[in-house]
């Protein structure tokens, strides 16, 4: 017996071990990169490193200037871009670390650095020349930033990121000299003036409007001259700004136009019928097969482009006239998916994976070939021309793709495809690889495919998951990306939001939010044990100069300054719910219930229930309503009080609902039945066209 219970014990004991939490005693709502019970780890500092930063900290408590330099200084080149803990939950990089904690020594500890290290720091800046002119600089920057001469470097870094665009680190080089650097022989008028520009350029206008206070008050009569253009700082500032297209917060609500009008006998202008497509010819009881398999409620992703929509329904990507519904293109019919859905493989699919983007002459689909019977068959990138759906590219035939599985949903930008992806894909599980699972970000060429950069967001502590029988499908988070202002910001939807250089693929920063703690059992083998269905991911949504996150599986909803490396506030939130979109001062969420919070006090003001919930589905949000579609007809909700003010049935009464998405002439209802398209406006006048905006709450999986 005593046996039996000892064998139980140290069959336990690595559960009892990953199951551990790893919180700071002092402060156990603090994030850690190194909790072993979080899913993601962003790419961890040696313990070196993490020892030398602690000597640094202890040594200068004491004064003992010369070996608490030593300590830091002995961090090897090759750990500046690997992460520790930085505050309120944000894991920043060594460098930006180390840069830091100089940069807030007092005056004994900075006049001790530049006793002993001046002379590195001025080597390194006259040799900044040429091709390692950026390389140069960066590591003074780095390293030697509270040196005589580490604000020459951060000042000639700026002009060098800014002439490169990359607005952003231009911004923070400048904003460091004036704020950390009293001591500067650089003119601060000027530093002020190229800190607004680059402000201005990266879109941190809250930033901005601060700094141009500071410069009214502080140099406004200074004599500067930049770009040709002399004057007082405050006089140039403004004539330069004046000259920048973006200077400006973009059109509030109040400038969009009235949302759809739904309520009477409408008649669709156009319908593409999926269900009657797949369903003519059946019997009876293959039709009540069909129903009952979880493909058949599988919603189409669409994206818009011109007088083109573009739809990828289970890797059948097709071409519409937006003006009248006919068919321009397709990759293939849908006959025979219900016979593809019954088979084992059809089973495990996750619907919510396929996508499209589309962009110019290209269309790009993320797909999975449904006839394709290997369980470990990979998603893959196929590029079309827009015309008529030729095949340009595929990832599977690129030799940089083999170790992916690509995951989530494309992002086109700055010239850009932005994709995420796991290694540890079905190509390595085949060869036996073990090896934990980690976290791309990539970019990739539009045209041809080809990857321009890839950076590993993070390792996965839980390894790849197996299923003993069929009929399951993986339900993994799905990352989700969004372009801001020159970056790349990914949410894992595991506990990190990752902030990258959309030029380069540096890793700035990432934000660990609360999470679920990964599970050490790796094999899903209950046939019946199907997980309670939660909420699908949602993408950040901007506010102004902050950012709510509220990952897929966390149980708190978080506004942070990004660009200020800040929380502002968080607040407590159900797990099934996910963030829909801005009215106002409201915030709307979708999942169990439709319900608003107010942003301000951070309070629920309603809640209201749907048929169907909304814990997957693109709900349109406006100012003057919200309409989503359900199985029951699309409900228009007031915004201000949760009141549904009016059902349109439709043409899609008993589906499984879906997604509305608003052009200037047609509200499309896509579901798993079909794609109708309604006038827009009563009587079927169209609305003047309109801008797209945040809002406008786009789903995910679908373009914008």
């Given at each position: 017996m005593r046996l039996a219970i000892a064998m139980l014990v140290m069959l336990m004991a690595p559960c009892l071990a990953i199951g551990q939490t790893g919180t700071d005693p002092k402060d156990p709502n603090k994030v850690s990169n190194d909790d072993p019970a979080?899913?993601?780890?962003?790419?961890?500092?040696?313990?070196?490193?993490?020892?030398?930063?602690?000597?640094?900290?202890?040594?200068?408590?004491?004064?003992?200037?010369?070996?608490?330099?030593?300590?830091?200084?002995?961090?090897?080149?090759?750990?500046?871009?690997?992460?520790?803990?930085?505050?309120?939950?944000?894991?920043?990089?060594?460098?930006?670390?180390?840069?830091?904690?100089?940069?807030?020594?007092?005056?004994?500890?900075?006049?001790?650095?530049?006793?002993f290290h001046d002379a590195d720091a001025k080597k390194l800046l006259d040799e900044a020349d040429g091709p390692d002119e950026l390389k140069k600089l960066e590591r003074v920057?780095?390293?030697?930033?509270?040196?005589?001469?580490?604000?020459?470097?951060?000042?000639?870094?700026?002009?060098?990121?800014?002439?490169?665009?990359?607005?952003?680190?231009?911004?923070?080089?400048?904003?460091?000299?004036?704020?950390?650097?009293?001591?500067?022989?650089?003119?601060?008028?000027?530093?002020?003036?190229?800190?607004?520009?680059?402000?201005?350029?990266?879109?941190?206008?809250?930033?901005?409007?601060?700094?141009?206070?500071?410069?009214?008050?502080?140099?406004?009569?200074?004599?500067?001259?930049?770009?040709?253009?002399?004057?007082?700082?405050?006089?140039?500032?403004?004539?330069?700004?004046?000259?920048?297209?973006?200077?400006?917060?973009?059109?509030?609500?109040?400038?969009?136009?009235?949302?759809?009008?739904?309520?009477?006998?409408?008649?669709?202008?156009?319908?593409?019928?999926?269900?009657?497509?797949?369903?003519?010819?059946?019997?009876?009881?293959?039709?009540?097969?069909?129903?009952?398999?979880?493909?058949?409620?599988?919603?189409?992703t669409v994206a818009i482009h011109g007088d083109k929509l573009y739809v990828n329904y289970l890797s059948h990507v097709l071409a519409l006239n937006m003006d009248?519904?006919?068919?321009?293109?397709?990759?293939?019919?849908?006959?025979?998916?219900?016979?593809?859905?019954?088979?084992?493989?059809?089973?495990?699919?996750?619907?919510?994976?396929?996508?499209?983007?589309?962009?110019?002459?290209?269309?790009?689909?993320?797909?999975?070939?449904?006839?394709?019977?290997?369980?470990?068959?990979?998603?893959?990138?196929?590029?079309?021309?827009?015309?008529?759906?030729?095949?340009?590219?595929?990832?599977?035939?690129?030799?940089?793709?083999?170790?992916?599985?690509?995951?989530?949903?494309?992002?086109?930008?700055?010239?850009?495809?932005?994709?995420?992806?796991?290694?540890?894909?079905?190509?390595?599980?085949?060869?036996?690889?073990?090896?934990?699972?980690q976290q791309f970000a990539l970019a990739i060429r539009p045209h041809d495919g080809k990857i321009l950069w890839k950076t590993e967001i993070g390792a996965f502590r839980q390894g790849e998951r197996y299923y003993f029988y069929y009929y399951m499908k993986d339900d993994a988070p799905q990352p989700r990306l969004v372009y801001r202002s020159g970056a790349i910001y990914v949410d894992t939807n595991v506990g990190i939001l990752g902030r990258l250089d959309a030029e380069t693929g540096t890793l700035d920063w990432g934000f660990g939010y609360k999470t679920e703690s990964f599970s050490a059992n790796s094999w899903m083998s209950y046939y019946y044990n199907r997980p309670e269905p939660g909420a699908g991911p949602a993408v950040p949504i901007s506010i102004g100069s902050s950012m709510l996150v509220k990952g897929m599986q966390s149980d708190r909803l978080t506004a942070i300054d990004p660009d200020r490396m800040k929380v502002l506030w968080d607040r407590p939130i159900a797990r099934k719910s996910r963030l829909l979109g801005i009215v106002g001062d409201t915030m709307i969420l979708g999942g169990a219930e439709l319900s608003a919070v107010d942003l301000k006090t951070r309070s629920m003001l309603w809640s209201t229930h749907l048929p169907g919930e909304s814990l997957d589905c693109r709900v349109l949000v406006r100012p003057d309503g919200i309409w989503q579609l359900t199985p029951r007809g699309i409900f228009e909700v007031d915004p201000a009080s949760g009141e549904v003010r009016r059902i349109f049935r439709g043409n899609d009464l008993g589906s499984a609902g879906g997604d509305l998405v608003l052009t200037d002439r047609w509200l499309l209802s896509i579901s798993n039945q079909t794609i109708t398209a309604y006038p827009r406006r009563e009587g079927g006048a169209a609305a003047p066209a309109t801008a797209s905006t945040v809002h406008d709450t786009m789903k995910e999986k679908a373009s914008p």
């Open positions: 979080r899913p993601l780890q962003m790419p961890p500092a040696s313990t070196e490193t993490r020892e030398a930063l602690g000597d640094f900290d202890r040594f200068q408590r004491r004064g003992a200037w010369e070996r608490a330099l030593k300590s830091l200084y002995t961090i090897p080149d090759d750990q500046a871009r690997r992460f520790v803990d930085g505050e309120k939950g944000f894991i920043i990089p060594v460098d930006r670390r180390r840069r830091a904690v100089l940069a807030a020594l007092p005056a004994a500890g900075q006049a001790a650095c530049r006793l920057y780095s390293a030697y930033f509270i040196t005589t001469v580490g604000d020459n470097a951060a000042d000639r870094l700026g002009d060098l990121y800014f002439e490169q665009g990359r607005f952003d680190r231009a911004a923070d080089c400048w904003l460091d000299v004036l704020r950390e650097r009293p001591d500067t022989d650089l003119a601060p008028a000027m530093l002020a003036v190229k800190a607004a520009l680059a402000l201005d350029r990266a879109g941190r206008y809250s930033e901005l409007e601060q700094l141009r206070g500071e410069i009214a008050e502080k140099y406004r009569d200074e004599p500067i001259t930049i770009g040709g253009r002399s004057g007082s700082a405050a006089e140039v500032l403004a004539k330069l700004l004046g000259e920048v297209a973006s200077g400006a917060e973009p059109a509030g609500p109040t400038a969009q136009t009235p949302g759809p009008h739904v309520s009477g006998a409408i008649e669709p202008g156009w319908q593409l019928r999926i269900g009657d497509s797949i369903e003519a010819g059946m019997q009876p009881i293959e039709r009540n097969q069909w129903r009952s398999n979880a493909l058949s409620v599988a919603v189409p009248n519904g006919k068919l321009l293109w397709r990759t293939g019919s849908f006959h025979n998916i219900e016979l593809i859905a019954m088979q084992p493989v059809g089973q495990m699919l996750d619907p919510s994976r396929f996508a499209v983007v589309a962009s110019g002459e290209y269309v790009w689909a993320l797909s999975r070939d449904v006839k394709d019977q290997n369980m470990m068959a990979p998603f893959q990138l196929i590029c079309y021309r827009a015309e008529n759906g030729e095949v340009i590219w595929k990832s599977s035939d690129g030799a940089d793709y083999a170790n992916f599985e690509l995951v989530g949903v494309p992002v086109l930008a700055e010239g850009k495809l932005f994709l995420a992806a796991k290694t540890g894909g079905p190509n390595r599980r085949m060869m036996g690889m073990q090896q934990q699972p």
